[in-house]
């Protein structure tokens, strides 16, 4: 059985011992354990990852000629080891956030915070386009229990929004792009220096719009607003957006797509970047002055993280080696400090009441140890 193939059924099978449990009591520890084991392989699958590199591993066909297919990259390697130590940082952080905040059904939350890091995993090792649009579309649904968690009315009005976004975007626009790229290419593999053997600038064009607007999850304008939506989510939740799953999975996939589907020759060439560029530029100016209009402390982190998730997009499109380098690199130190910053937000919400910036004065004296 292959390794990654391993990976994926061991978290698969750790969703049915939560389920299995079911006790709020033992629940939140199973699943540091589960995030603990998950990180370990994670490390072990990095330590023999001379091994595994580029070699393939097909499960099944999704559709003939096209198969459920796994294999690892070195972009693949620095997400693998992001994501699974975040989750484990957030796992920790969790069990006693929900106990302070009463929350019920802590099983529910669990198994669907596994889930999510099943599909995460799931398109970090995908290795090719259809394998990450399955993985993309089980994160997407996984996430939704979660940013509802709260069961209230206006937890479930943006819980819609965040699903008819990024579920309509995918269909409509990243499907698309996907048939479009097979048809074109007669492959969906993901390849150094990119599939396209030969090409016209205007499908190109085509193809760079569908999926900028399609792996909404990266948040690049006009697609963005579920994101500061889903922030209605239990701090936890807004972490995993954040951080460890969600916005850096559109993020890895965007990077995926640019240089493994398109490649740096043929973006260049056709001069398709300069698209990406305009429109990573406009969400970075956009989005820096509405979040310092934002008072309330995670929307503001929510418009900040829309930002900052364009500087990846906008040092990848601009396609030279440090730049490429620089993207990789802020993808890393953005989810360290942004999970920082959401789960202080978390701790100062639990344990002061405080949710807008504007009420931080003095701040120091209610949180003196913290501060």
Not at 118 to 126: D, H, V
Not at 132 to 140: C, H
Not at 163 to 174: A, E, M, N, P
């Amino acid at each position: 059985m292959s390794i990654l193939l391993s990976h994926i059924l061991f978290l698969a099978l750790s969703i049915v011992i939560i389920y299995l449990l079911r006790k709020e009591a033992f629940t939140g520890m199973v699943s540091i354990y589960i995030s603990l084991a998950s990180l370990v392989y994670a490390l072990y699958i990095i330590s023999i990852q001379d091994i595994l590199i580029n070699q393939k591993t097909d499960i099944f066909n999704i559709i003939p000629g096209i198969p459920l297919s796994f294999s690892l990259d070195y972009l693949g390697v620095i997400f693998l080891v992001i994501s699974n130590g975040l989750w484990l940082m957030v796992s920790i952080f969790s069990e006693r956030y929900l106990e302070l905040n009463k929350y019920q059904n802590k099983p529910k939350f669990y198994i669907f915070f596994t889930l999510s890091m099943l599909a995460t995993n799931g398109i970090i090792y995908s290795s090719n386009l259809l394998t990450t649009f399955v993985f993309y579309e089980i994160l997407t649904i996984a996430t939704y229990p979660l940013v509802t968690f709260k069961g209230d009315k206006k937890s479930i009005i943006n819980g819609k929004k965040y699903l008819y976004y990024l579920l309509g975007t995918s269909i409509i626009f990243f499907l698309p792009a996907i048939i479009f790229t097979y048809i074109l290419t007669g492959t969906l593999d993901y390849k150094v220096g990119g599939i396209f053997t030969s090409y016209n600038n205007t499908a190109i064009y085509i193809l760079i719009i569908l999926y900028l607007f399609g792996i909404a999850k990266s948040a690049v304008m006009p697609f963005h607003k579920w994101l500061p939506s889903a922030m209605v989510a239990p701090t936890p939740v807004s972490a995993l957006l954040h951080a460890v799953a969600v916005v850096k999975s559109g993020v890895f996939i965007m990077l995926k797509v640019f240089l493994f589907i398109f490649g740096v020759d043929v973006l260049t060439q056709s001069g398709a970047n300069i698209i990406i560029i305009l429109f990573a530029s406009f969400t970075i100016i956009s989005s820096s002055f509405i979040a310092l209009n934002q008072d309330n402390i995670k929307l503001r982190l929510a418009y900040s993280t829309i930002g900052q998730l364009s500087y990846i997009v906008l040092a990848t499109a601009i396609l030279a080696p440090y730049s490429i380098l620089a993207a990789v690199l802020h993808l890393i130190f953005h989810a360290l400090g942004k999970i920082m910053l959401f789960l202080s937000a978390g701790i100062i919400a639990t344990q002061t009441g405080i949710k807008n910036v504007s009420e931080m004065n003095n701040l120091s004296s209610k949180l003196p140890i913290t501060c």
